[in-house]
């Protein structure tokens, strides 16, 4: 009794056309287009943006640091930053540790 329920369950299966092999790839190359735009592109342009201030940086500019400290350019090697902050202290902070420019962390939000 159970052949005949298998067998008739092969031959429903067998009357259905077979499915090429890009078909089953579409939903992969949607979810990585997907992926991509909603990841991948925005977290390079934020890396490019923040590589072109680093760049830009000069003298007297006002920064703060991924690790939240305030200071002032005074000095700028090719790797290495140096910040003096309030009370006349210095520190070197690599170049790459900048987080942005304070003016842009004060400035007035739009409603």
Do not use: C, W
């Not at 005949?4 to 287009?33: C, R």
């Not at 007297?60 to 009370?87: N, P, Q, R």
């Not at 420019?101 to 400035?107: G, N, V």
């Amino acid at each position: 009794m159970f052949d005949f329920i298998i067998s008739t369950a092969n031959a429903q299966a067998a009357q259905g056309q077979a499915q090429s092999p890009f078909v089953s790839f579409i939903p992969f190359i949607l979810i990585f287009f997907v992926m991509y735009f909603l990841m991948i592109r925005p977290q390079k342009k934020r890396m490019q943006d923040e590589q072109e201030f680093i760049n830009k940086l000069s003298h007297g500019d006002e920064v703060y640091t991924k690790s939240g400290i305030l200071g002032k350019v005074t000095g700028i090697a090719e790797k290495v930053v140096t910040l003096e902050l309030d009370g006349g202290a210095r520190l070197k902070v690599l170049k790459s540790h900048i987080g942005g420019s304070t003016a842009q962390l004060f400035a007035p939000t739009k409603k």
